[in-house]
């Protein structure tokens, strides 16, 4: 299998390294170029300058920002990757960018899997991932193997937009953990509980999950250093709001993180990592 890979970000960069790892990537592409002449060269695999530069890919992955990103990359796609190709869309964006994504490549024989990922710049970099994905199974079975370099779980949810879906319930239980995180560690820091006891006290019983494990004692120490940046929740959570309204169900706690995470980002902290949340929480 051929592989190339858009969007060497803090998801794209190791996932790009672990299928040069298994010997399958053959080309980078990067919205900024100089990433992917860098990557390139330190793999001794190609740096794509245009799309034509996938056209020998059996498989495309894409890791880019948003839903615009993901449609601009599978429109000049579309007429260069031979018939049968595939690209798999490892970016958070909306079931309605699924569905456009993967008509527009049908149209042209590719095929298409929404494949949106869960276990942070951790999970790419362990290659443990938690794929989830909407498609089809004869496409999946295509380019398993690939995903397989940095997934620990592949689950196909449904049909096309399926991945997307799931992703969408991801990232309203992201969203609250989040919120209860960080209000509760505020809280701890000025009851001046010591965090070093706090911690693992906390994560041995049942309030334990992957952020506190992963970002507490960072955000107690101030280091906001993505990880997941605060704007792009606040681009999942505007997908999920919506797609809480349609659905009929409630949107309270999609609605808080919506506010902060608005606020964060109009108060310049877009790049930093989501754990910044605690900056709010510190004063009423
Ligand atoms: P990131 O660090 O901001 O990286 C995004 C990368 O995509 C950048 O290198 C960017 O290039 C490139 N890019 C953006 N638009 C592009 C385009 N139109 N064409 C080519 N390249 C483009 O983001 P990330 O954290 O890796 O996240 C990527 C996606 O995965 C997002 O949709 C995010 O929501 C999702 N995700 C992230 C995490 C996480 O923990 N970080 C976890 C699960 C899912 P530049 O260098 O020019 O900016």
């Not at 690939?146 to 196909?156: G, P, S």
Request: glycine share 12%.
């Amino acid at each position: 299998m051929n592989v190339g890979l858009i969007g060497l970000g803090a998801m794209g960069e190791p996932m790009a390294r672990h299928l040069h790892r298994h010997g399958l990537l053959r080309v980078v592409g990067n919205r900024s170029h100089g990433k992917a002449e860098q990557l390139a060269a330190a793999l001794g695999v190609r740096a794509a300058s245009e799309a034509a530069d996938f056209a020998d890919c059996d498989l495309v992955v894409l890791c880019v920002s948003a839903d615009a990103d993901v449609l601009q990359n599978v429109a000049a796609l579309a007429p260069v990757l031979r018939v049968g190709a595939i690209v798999a869309d490892h970016s958070t964006v909306s079931v309605d960018t699924a569905h456009a994504a993967a008509e527009q490549l049908a149209a042209h024989g590719i095929g298409f899997l929404d494949a949106p990922v869960s276990g942070g710049v951790e999970g790419a970099r362990n290659g443990k991932l938690s794929v989830m994905v909407g498609g089809t199974q004869a496409d999946l079975d295509t380019v398993r193997a690939a995903l397989d370099c940095y997934a620990a779980r592949i689950t196909l949810m449904g049909d096309s937009g399926a991945g997307q879906a799931s992703k969408a319930v991801n990232q309203v239980l992201v969203a609250g953990i989040n919120e209860a995180v960080c209000e509760g560690l505020a809280l701890g820091e000025r009851l001046g509980l010591d965090p070093e006891r706090l911690l693992p006290t906390l994560a041995a019983g049942a309030a334990g999950n992957w952020f506190l494990d992963k970002r507490g004692a960072s955000m107690l120490r101030d280091a906001f250093v993505p990880g997941f940046k605060c704007a792009h929740l606040l681009k999942d959570l505007r997908i999920v709001q919506g797609m809480a309204h349609a659905a009929g169900t409630s949107s309270a706690v999609i609605d808080l993180a919506l506010a902060d995470y608005t606020a964060l980002t109009e108060a310049g902290h877009g790049d930093a990592d989501t754990s910044a949340l605690i900056v709010r929480k510190r004063r009423r």
